[in-house]
């Protein structure tokens, strides 16, 4: 329940192990190794070493591979669940190298595909923008390629749709040996034939020009538009069917996509130990590594390069040396690491790891603020469900583990206030069977009686401040601080624990209370030199009391979600309810129940999360915890699509 303690690691290796190393320390999973570029400052180092250039082209077969399932998916889509479990595989399976090159050679084909399907779209578009713009002439029966006699000319033309085509056709009409006709209009265009003697062309043209006119030509078209346009259809009809056949290619090589995604595992673990190797130092011969592992680990990682014949040094961190930050708890406790993690890591330094003293408060005021039985078990069989079925690894693991366990606190806290779906035992009873039945709380039911709740809630609140208090003690007294903490914890214990004192003995409790004031008073400002700035300090100190009251209140939060839990679910009982022992009546009662009741889980699900989440972030963590930690990223085989099972060695 602690900081797992780090120890330094340096390994001097020759450079023709150097890829099989990185591959067994990766097996093992307890490594981080660390760029060691800044060691090219010491004159000494950089003497006799550089930095090493490692050439690969697993980053380039990854593209590939990303290219080919993205082809799958859009063209030969397999639904599955975000719950469907990784498909397991051995270790010698998953680095068979035939399968790597088989699978590499089926991405090729599936990519060289794609190309010539994204070419026959490019053409298929090309041909519909032709075919787009003979389509407003395809009532005319003149070829559009002709230009008729030696005395006149065929010409094509269009002026804007906004432009009246009457005026036009008159001025054209009022020119002799010319013939203007519209052939047709969009909401764009009038699409016209001029006909003219060439004597009265230009004249023609110039007029026209003036209402709006512009002349269009056909380049390499022959024929009547309608003739063309056949002829795209059948061009268009070929690029479909040969799309269909590609297509159908792509889809046929649907089941080679457990390959490619197994593949795509192998090569971004290969791509991964690329960019380790580009960033560490070497010798003509040699190799040089460092990095971080848990102290407990070194035995393993120690036979490991004994056996590889590597030099190798462990020694502990040094005074300006920040190691990364690796949490062990109990495995009960491990979910909640991920309400840390959302906040910050601690430091190295601080040796305090705050999930075995926050997990035991967030578990009681999550079942404490939800407070139902038929939402715990809800919670609970969803958390089971996703762990059986999708045997989820990281966040998900520990967010379903986690429902598990807060489920069994909401079960247990809906027992104590009585609520079962809120009160629709009796709601039910009542109203559709004529006989009310009743489940007494074990405790007191908050709805009727919420002040006890209230009370609850405060004692519950203190005692997790004066946990956060004393963790800061600890931490101060770890530092050799023994006397800071009493003058800035001890004392606060004995101001706020008098009122505490007072409830049973009001004399008593004033006078712990007085004693603590006095020696924060005297104490707080203990820096300073001069008693005016000393008391000044104090006085200041005292009044951040006020804080703690506000902190103590914040707690009441579990007061308020529980009630809205339960004033939701009476209301959406009373509404299933409404439609009495009909039929429709029964009807009536399903629909509303589930659908009200999921509603009202949904929304205070996440309520309650964000709720006990700020408790244990503002009020807990503020107390105590040192943030600025960096996360420990060892080497490690991860994969995505595949769960790697490891055989012994």
Wanted: charged fraction near 15%.
């Amino acid at each position: 329940m602690s900081i797992v303690k780090m120890s330094r690691l340096r390994i001097i290796a020759p450079q023709n192990i150097r890829r099989s190393l990185l591959s067994e320390l990766a097996r093992i999973g307890c490594v981080e190794i660390d760029h060691s570029a800044d060691i090219l400052a010491d004159p000494q180092w950089s003497a006799v070493l550089h930095r090493l250039d490692e050439v690969g082209d697993s980053a380039k077969k990854l593209t590939t591979l990303t290219s080919a399932l993205e082809a799958l998916s859009k063209y030969a889509p397999i639904k599955t669940s975000f719950l469907s479990p990784r498909r397991q595989i051995t270790e010698q399976a998953f680095k068979d190298p035939h399968q790597v090159e088989e699978a590499m050679a089926a991405a090729e084909q599936l990519n060289t595909h794609m190309r010539q399907i994204a070419s026959n779209y490019a053409e298929e578009g090309r041909l519909a923008a032709r075919k787009a713009a003979l389509v407003p002439w395809k009532s005319m029966d003149i070829p559009l390629g002709t230009e008729y006699g030696t005395q006149f000319k065929v010409l094509f033309g269009v002026c804007p749709a906004a432009i009246p085509v009457e005026s036009i056709l008159e001025t054209a009409s009022a020119l002799e040996g010319c013939s203007l006709t519209l052939v047709s209009s969009d909401r764009e265009q009038h699409y016209l034939l001029l006909v003219a003697h060439l004597g009265i062309l230009d004249e023609a043209l110039d007029q026209l020009k003036a209402r709006g006119f512009s002349l269009v030509t056909f380049k390499d078209v022959q024929g009547t538009a309608a003739d063309n346009i056949a002829q795209l259809d059948r061009q268009l009809a070929d690029l479909d069917r040969q799309r269909g056949q590609l297509i159908g290619q792509v889809q046929g090589m649907a089941s080679q996509k457990a390959s490619l995604e197994q593949t795509l595992d192998v090569l971004t673990i290969e791509s991964h130990r690329e960019d380790v190797l580009n960033g560490l130092m070497a010798t003509a011969k040699t190799v040089y590594l460092e990095g971080w592992l848990p102290s407990d680990s070194e035995a393993a990682v120690a036979a490991l390069l004994e056996k590889q014949g590597c030099a190798y040094e462990f020694s502990a961190p040094t005074d300006d040396e920040e190691p990364p930050v690796l949490l062990h708890d109990p495995v009960l406790m491990q979910p909640y690491g991920m309400v840390s993690d959302l906040y910050a890591l601690p430091t190295y330094r601080s040796n305090l790891d705050p999930v075995p003293f926050m997990a035991p408060f967030f578990f009681i005021f999550f079942g404490l603020m939800m407070a139902d039985v038929g939402y715990g078990i809800l919670i609970s069989l969803g958390g089971y469900y996703i762990l059986k079925k999708a045997r989820p690894q990281g966040g998900l693991r520990d967010m379903a583990m986690m429902a598990v366990q807060c489920g069994i606190s909401t079960i247990f806290w809906g027992v104590m206030f009585g609520s079962y779906f809120g009160n629709i035992v009796y709601a039910f009873s009542s109203n559709m069977l004529g006989h009310p039945v009743t489940i007494n709380p074990v405790l007191f039911d908050p709805m009727t009686n919420p002040i006890p709740l209230f009370i609850i809630s405060i004692v519950f609140g203190v005692i997790q401040l004066f946990t956060g208090m004393g963790l800061n003690a600890y931490g101060m007294i770890r530092r050799g601080d023994v006397l800071g903490a009493v003058y800035d914890i001890g004392f606060w214990y004995l101001l706020l624990g008098g009122f505490i004192v007072c409830i049973i003995n009001v004399k008593l409790g004033l006078a712990i209370s007085a004693a603590g004031a006095l020696g924060i008073l005297l104490m707080a400002g203990r820096s300073h030199k001069s008693i005016i700035r000393r008391l000044l300090s104090g006085l200041g100190s005292l009044y951040g009391s006020t804080s703690y009251l506000s902190d103590v209140l914040s707690y009441s939060r579990l007061l308020a979600l529980s009630l809205a839990t339960a004033v939701i679910a009476q209301v959406m009982n009373t509404m299933a309810t409404l439609g009495g022992k009909s039929v429709i009546g029964w009807i009536f009662f399903f629909l509303i129940f589930i659908i009200g009741h999921l509603f009202n889980l949904a929304i205070n699900l996440l309520g309650t999360f964000v709720h006990t989440s700020r408790l244990q972030y503002i009020e807990f963590f503020g107390k105590f915890f040192e943030s600025g930690g960096r996360r420990f990223a060892p080497l490690y085989n991860k994969t995505k699509f595949v769960e790697v099972i490891k055989e012994g060695k």
